[in-house]
């Protein structure tokens, strides 16, 4: 199975602030990444597909990066809607897997 | 597009659960529908796959012998049973639909609200 290593498995930002969490797989999944955003206790919600593809409705102000094993999510100028959890998955091939998570929470 | 889950469940160990996910907004049987595991506090688990089109499966090897995946096209809705529950079984069970048409790897581009299983005695 393909692991997903997600880093950091927390933050703590201010309104305002940029952040970058990645993404490491554990062999070459070939942009074959989507990352998701879930808040407490709703489900999860696609922002990014194909790395680097925002889902419809995203704000511009979330992109993705990466190619081979390592991947990226950035979130520029933070909004308070922002906070909750993010994970990224593989989806080249099953099992499908995903990154532990990273807890977004406000300074 | 929708997709909407059962409501919460209460089991006792050792029993069984079969839980819904209804589709609408979409042709069902163009779309493979996914099933995810999160127990309280921790990461996502890809259960398997169903594929109402030519209803081929794919199981995560893992739960390919806790969890059988099936789908009504009449009602468009898939279920998921899970067998000889435990406390690891214990979790929120979420479907989720393909990104997009046929069976080629792709994201989940839609996601149910979620069933929370809870095995108790």
């Known amino acids: 199975d393909i692991q997903m290593t997600q880093s950091p498995a927390s933050l703590s930002v201010s309104v305002g602030e940029t952040v970058t969490i990645t993404c490491r797989a554990s062999e070459n999944i070939y942009s074959n990444l989507a990352w998701y955003q879930q808040k407490q206790g709703k489900s999860p919600q696609l922002l990014v597909y194909a790395a680097t593809n925002l889902a419809d409705g995203v704000p511009s102000r979330f992109s993705g990066s990466g190619s081979g094993t390592q991947y990226s999510l950035k979130i520029n100028s933070l909004q308070s809607e922002d906070f909750g959890s993010y994970y990224c998955q593989h989806f080249w091939g099953t099992p499908y897997t995903f990154g532990g998570g990273t807890k977004l929470e406000i300074k | 597009v929708q997709l909407q889950q059962s409501g919460a469940e209460l089991v006792k160990p050792g029993a069984s659960v079969k839980l819904s996910c209804k589709a609408s907004?979409?042709?069902?049987?163009?779309?493979?529908i996914h099933w995810v595991k999160q127990r309280s506090g921790q990461g996502l688990e890809w259960i398997g796959w169903f594929y109402p089109g030519s209803g081929s499966i794919k199981y995560n090897e893992k739960f390919k012998d806790k969890a059988t995946l099936t789908a009504d096209k009449s009602s468009s809705t898939v279920y998921m049973e899970l067998s000889r529950l435990t406390s690891e079984d214990s979790a929120v069970y979420f479907c989720?639909?393909?990104?997009?048409?046929?069976?080629?790897?792709?994201?989940?581009?839609?996601w149910g609200q979620g069933t929370l299983v809870t095995v108790s005695a």
């Open positions: 989720a639909r393909h990104g997009y048409y046929g069976s080629s790897p792709a994201w989940f581009a839609y």
């Open positions: 907004g979409y042709t069902f049987t163009e779309y493979i």
